[in-house]
């Protein structure tokens, strides 16, 4: 069975930073590698759709939405099976439950892959900003 645990949510003020970790185990029971899994990360605010933040894939391309270009960083340790999500100068707005998802997708980028996609989800992490 998959799974992938989120963690490093927390409570900061406006300008603080954060960085998300989500480690994923089981996946090689599936016969295939952690390294080939499209890794994304994902944020739902109360009221609000969930909506993707991040994307990294296979060949360690980045891609952004438009609201968090500049400031946040997503990268992934394939040897470690650990997603990350470095968020800079963070702001109310940035406030969500934030869940790392992956499926394993060809195509893999913010604004093509969205949540009906992803098969595997972690349980979320939550994160407040305050200003």
């Known amino acids: 069975q998959v799974q992938m645990v989120e963690s490093g949510g927390g409570s900061v003020h406006s300008g603080g930073s954060l960085r998300l970790s989500c480690v994923t185990s089981?996946?090689?029971?599936?016969?295939?590698?952690?390294?080939?899994?499209?890794m994304t990360w994902f944020r739902q605010a109360p009221g609000k759709e969930r909506e993707g933040v991040a994307v990294?894939?296979?060949?360690?391309?980045?891609s952004y939405t438009e609201s968090v270009k500049g400031r946040f960083t997503i990268s992934r340790d394939n040897a470690k099976s650990t997603l990350y999500l470095q968020m800079n100068d963070l702001k109310p707005e940035d406030t969500a439950m934030y869940y790392c998802?992956?499926?394993?997708?060809?195509?893999?980028?913010?604004?093509?892959?969205?949540?009906?996609?992803?098969?595997?989800w972690g349980q979320g992490t939550q994160v407040t900003v305050s200003s």
């Open positions: 089981g996946y090689a029971w599936t016969g295939n590698d952690y390294s080939t899994l499209c």
């Open positions: 990294i894939d296979r060949r360690l391309m980045t």
């Open positions: 998802a992956a499926a394993a997708l060809y195509d893999c980028a913010i604004g093509v892959v969205v949540a009906a996609d992803l098969v595997y």
